[in-house]
């Protein structure tokens, strides 16, 4: 029984390092333009985070691919020790936001993919 648990384990690692692996994958971006379609891109990545239409009649759309998360203290405000039933004055607040990084396609009017960029930014 034990050893059926392990082995199940294993297994589920084992798929998300794979899963993991595959998720890395480098897309060829450069080898899209012009042949991926605004439909391919909601197909593969959901709707985008955001949209714009622009001069020319191009559409410019945004995924966050990773959300850039807070971390930190947010020790605020008095407390107590209960030993002592002492008040003691906490630490301010620290906060630490990560960027979000994201993926901005662009497509011509055709809704062909005409260019791209990648990066980070400060998210909301």
Known sequence: MALQ????????????????????KQVDWDGRVGQY??????AELGRPTTEAKLA?????????????????????????????????????????RLRDRYLRLTFDKAGRLASWEHGTKTGD
């Open 5 to 24: 648990k392990v082995r199940l384990i294993c297994g589920v690692v084992i798929g998300l390092i794979g899963a993991g692996c595959q998720a890395l």
């Open 37 to 42: 379609s605004y439909e391919q891109a909601v």
């Open 56 to 96: 020319g009649g191009l559409r410019r759309a945004e995924w966050i691919t990773n959300s850039g998360a807070s971390a930190g203290r947010t020790l605020t405000g008095a407390g107590y020790r209960r030993a002592t039933l002492g008040v003691l004055p906490l630490e301010p607040t620290e906060i630490h």
